[in-house]
């Protein structure tokens, strides 16, 4: 267990076949011996904590026949790894994206999140992410059940269906693995500098063997809290605008050419800090049972359960910069035409506004992995099979405080710093009070979005007693998973400006404006923790600001006289259907998967260069089935949602060749060729379409897309020029087709009156563009055995990762080139340097990344890139007595900053998340 197992194993000196899977166990750092039929071979070797895992890893990639790297349960203990995305980001050509500093969703080879496969023990895992999708999030899943992690870049026939980048294998501990029992145990405590909170994890698996060793239990629990805080200096969106036309009406001061030369200037659209503040809890539990009644037969029951439950707090102090006139002679234009000093003055037509917005309620995820089967050795014949379901829900109850003041005097934005981040300034307001505030929210956003998988899948492999044919495998698999949302918006609002009348889901109640301020002088606070604490900016500047929390928002809610929020209440605006619920985001897609492969394992160990391999071909045949809403205007006041739903499908052929060529007793060489598929997110798919019989225009989900397809080849050279060390490179590619892209086309429905009406209607669609992504990746993992005590114990491991993409077609709007593939980091690295005895250990990991493209089409159309972005992380631990350790970690050592812009002198987001520390202790008995 990760952070909690000794470190001390046996290793056979042999290389048999069978002793490969028993060889991984005791490099995790299990008291287990390999027993041989010829104990004269034997040999005892003691392989300790962080070499261990490295050592376990390097074995697992060189036995495998296909393209992967692994990381062992040690590997991610002594890295200072807190969750599955922060340990997977150490493997080569994978990079992770991060919410309020934790890894979250990783990238393979340039390939995003929702296009990777990930697997906990074979069994798929799904998606909370809220709105639907198929990225997983890796935070919950706790890195103590872990035995190994394995992310393969290569694909076989038997492995299912479902990446483009690669396939994660989540692989936990398994009661069988040893015979000893044991219970261990971790303890830490965690401090976050930015929250300035101390939090508790604790940690416990224990397994035993019962009837002579053939019936093994295994169980393991965690428990952990975490203030999980981000601090943003943001500008989201930057904007032109043509000057107002000419004549009588016009209003002077919205045309952008800010200093008058002819040509139209970028200004802040809405210019917004925020403090997001999540305080966390996540229990995790793990149960196993293996029976082996005989060498030849075992069956297996599991289940692994992971929930989180964060309290959201967040608070944002946001301007509506463009929505003023803004005073020429005070602005300053900058280089490539952008405003760096901004002034913005009212009018009656055209208000500025500064809102006081804190995001609240509560945000719960939970995943449920069960899986029962079993295997069967009959001599020639090896039959296994399984059933499993998964179930993943996200239940977003969101609620918003928002005190706005509308027809700010003057508000004052500057970027003249060296972090290019908005500097506030508000003449006359103090932000920490209700002053001049004229409107005041209430909302509700209850979100549902879940998903369940079950799944059947049988395999007979064929052993036949052939020098060079060394398995035929064939199989099924069938699965069928159910995606959908239910979403849920209500508003109240208090205003006492003049006009303003209730619509959609919001209604309005007139108040004066002195019931408005009392309600936030009395009720609301300022933020406890400065603004950008661990940070640069650049300025000083505004650093607290209105905390509208939960008093707040319930006096609000109190004051309307409505009694309450209930998002299923009546609603009395029109076209609304008399409800709260969002029709168009309230949807259901079923996917039904019916698989069949067969392959072959080869080897050929008489040639001068000895090859193995497999061959073979998987067949993918889908139908699914998309359910929603149609929303059809028929005129002002006039709308009705009828339930529509559509079917789609497609059959796939999925051929794939593996080969490994040994071409010394140290070198490897492997040579790959296959194809892929990766499916579109259910969102896409969502039967959700808008008619409006007034403009004749519409937009729609696809039921009838297809997946992302890809062609993929490797070629590598692998040297194992030590039992510690080695060196490898592989060179990759990949052509990816069947994109999802928009586009509007003209098409013949039912206006909802029986009249069949052509309507210009916009929806996604897969293109016909292809991609192509061409890369390299090299690593190196080297122990400093040679030199003296105590030097003997430094370590060091490294790898890079460069790739270039071309074909796509996504057009940057500001400049004109071709976009870079989104997710897609053309360099990419990290390294650590490690130090270990038997009583002492210490690893220094730092990983860094190039720019990537984040969105292709943000805010008003615009590409918005992350930056440059590396992480140091450290970690220490001495063993006080074989069974106890101490440890103390860090994560995010030197504060880095998380930047995104449209162009280099455009930001658009500032982040600190501060840095982590861990302090505990961890024992086995």
Do not use: C
């Not at 074995?59 to 590997?75: G, L, N, P, T, W």
């Not at 609240?360 to 099979?385: C, I, M």
């Not at 052993?463 to 069938?478: A, D, F, R, Y």
């Not at 040994?662 to 060729?673: E, K």
Request: without cysteine; negative net charge.
């Amino acid at each position: 267990m990760a952070n909690i197992l000794g470190y001390r194993g046996q290793r056979s000196a042999t290389r048999a076949p069978w002793a490969v899977a028993t060889s991984v166990l005791f490099l995790q750092g299990w008291s287990t011996v390999a027993l041989s039929a010829e104990p004269a071979e034997l040999e005892e070797v003691v392989v300790t904590g962080i070499r261990a895992g490295l050592r376990s890893s390097l074995e697992v990639k060189r036995e495998s026949i296909q393209v992967v790297d692994a990381i062992s349960a040690e590997d991610i203990g002594d890295f200072p790894d807190k969750n599955l995305g922060e340990a997977l980001q150490r493997i080569t050509g994978v990079q992770i994206n991060r919410q309020d500093g934790e890894g979250r969703g990783v990238s393979i080879r340039g390939a995003e999140p929702g296009l990777n496969r990930v697997e906990i023990n074979g069994v798929t895992a799904l998606s909370v992410t809220v709105a639907g999708g198929r990225d997983v999030d890796f935070r919950d899943l706790p890195v103590e059940f872990v035995s190994r992690l394995e992310v393969f870049k290569s694909s076989t026939p038997e492995m299912t269906e479902g990446g483009i980048g690669g396939t994660v294998r989540v692989i936990t501990r398994r009661p069988l693995d040893s015979t000893e029992p044991y219970l261990a145990g971790s303890t830490q405590m965690v401090y976050s500098d930015l929250a300035k909170e101390y939090d508790p994890k604790f940690a416990i698996i224990g397994s035993r063997t019962f009837l002579n060793n053939t019936l093994g239990v295994l169980g393991a629990a965690t428990y952990e809290e975490r203030h999980l805080d981000s601090h943003n200096a943001r500008t989201t969106g930057w904007l032109r605008r043509a000057p107002a036309p000419t004549g009588l009406g016009a209003t002077p001061g919205r045309g952008t050419d800010v200093n008058g030369d002819g040509t139209l200037d970028w200004i802040p659209e809405i210019p917004r800090y925020s403090l997001d503040r999540r305080e966390t809890k996540r229990p995790a539990f793990l149960g196993i049972v293996e029976w082996a009644p005989s060498d030849t037969m075992k069956v297996f029951a599991e289940g692994s359960y992971a929930k989180a439950r964060e309290q959201v707090s967040s608070m944002l102090m946001q301007l509506s910069a463009a929505s003023g006139l803004i005073d020429y002679e005070n602005s300053v234009v900058g280089p490539d035409n952008t405003v760096t000093h901004l002034e913005v003055i009212p009018h009656p037509d055209f208000q500025t506004d500064l809102a006081y917005r804190n995001i609240g309620g509560s945000l719960e995820r939970e995943q449920y992995t069960t899986a029962f089967g079993g295997e069967w050795n009959l001599g020639s014949f090896k039959l296994d099979g399984r059933v499993t379901y998964a179930s993943a829900e996200v239940q977003n109850d969101e609620k918003n405080s928002v005190a706005t003041i509308f027809g700010v005097p003057r508000a004052i934005v500057d970027y003249n710093n060296s972090e290019g981040a908005p500097n506030f300034t508000f003449p006359g307001i103090d932000t920490t009070t209700a002053d001049a505030v004229n409107n005041l929210t209430a909302v509700f956003n209850p979100r549902t979005n879940s998903q369940e998988e079950t799944s059947a899948q049988f395999n007979v492999e064929y052993l036949p007693e052939s020098n060079w044919l060394t398995s035929i495998k064939t199989g099924v698999e069938l699965r069928e998973l159910t995606m959908d949302s239910i979403l849920f918006q209500r508003t109240i609002q208090l205003t006492s400006r003049t006009g303003i009348r209730s619509s959609g889901s919001t209604l309005s109640i007139a108040v004066p404006q002195s019931v408005i301020q009392d309600i936030i002088n009395s009720n609301s606070g300022v933020n406890d923790i400065r603004f950008f604490e661990t940070g640069a900016l650049g300025f000083g500047g505004i650093r607290y600001w209105n905390d509208n929390g939960d008093p707040t928002y319930d006096a609000t809610i109190a004051a309307s006289g409505l009694g309450n929020i209930d998002p299923h209440a009546f609603n009395p605006n029109t076209e609304t259907n008399n409800s709260f619920q969002n029709y168009l985001d309230t949807w259901e897609v079923e996917e039904k998967t019916n698989a069949a492969y067969v392959q072959g394992s080869f080897k050929f160990d008489g040639l001068a260069i000895p090859i193995s391999g497999t061959l073979g071909v998987r067949y993918v045949d889908t139908d699914t089935l998309s359910s929603g809403y149609n929303r059809i205007k028929h005129g002002p006041g006039d709308v009705e949602f009828p339930r529509a739903s559509r079917d789609g499908g497609y059959s796939k052929w999925l051929p794939s060749l593996n080969l490994r060529f040994d071409l010394r007793d140290d070198l490897v060489g492997r040579m790959t060729a296959g194809k892929v598929l990766a499916r579109p997110n259910p969102s896409q798919l969502a039967f959700r379409r808008s008619l409006d019989n007034v403009g004749l225009s519409g937009s729609r989900g696809n039921p009838a897309l297809k997946p992302y397809e890809a062609l993929q080849y490797d070629l590598g050279l692998e040297w194992y020029f030590s039992r510690d060390g080695f060196l490898s490179a592989t060179a990759f590619r990949k052509e990816i087709s069947e994109f999802v892209i928009n586009t509007s086309v003209t098409e013949e429905a039912d206006d909802g009156t029986g009249t069949v009406r052509r309507y210009t209607v916009a929806f996604p669609i897969n293109g016909g563009d292809d991609v192509t992504i061409n890369g390299i990746e090299a690593g190196a993992q080297y122990a400093f055995d040679f030199l003296p005590q105590p030097f003997n114990g430094f370590g060091a491991l490294a790898n890079v990762t460069y790739q270039k993409d071309e074909g796509f077609k996504g057009p940057n709007i500001i400049t004109g080139e071709i976009l870079p593939f989104p997710g897609l980091s053309r360099l990419s690295y990290n390294y650590s340097l490690y130090f270990e005895n038997e009583r002492f250990g210490a690893r220094a990991s730092y990983n860094w990344r190039e720019k990537w493209l984040a969105s292709a089409s943000g805010r008003g159309g615009l590409p918005e890139f992350n930056e440059d972005f590396g992480s140091l992380d450290a970690s220490l631990n001495y063993n006080i007595l074989p069974q106890f350790t101490v440890f103390l970690e860090a994560i995010n050592v030197l504060n880095d900053q998380r930047i995104e812009h449209n162009t280099a002198l455009r930001r658009i987001a500032n982040e600190t998340y501060g840095s982590r520390y861990f302090l505990g202790v961890r024992a086995r008995l």
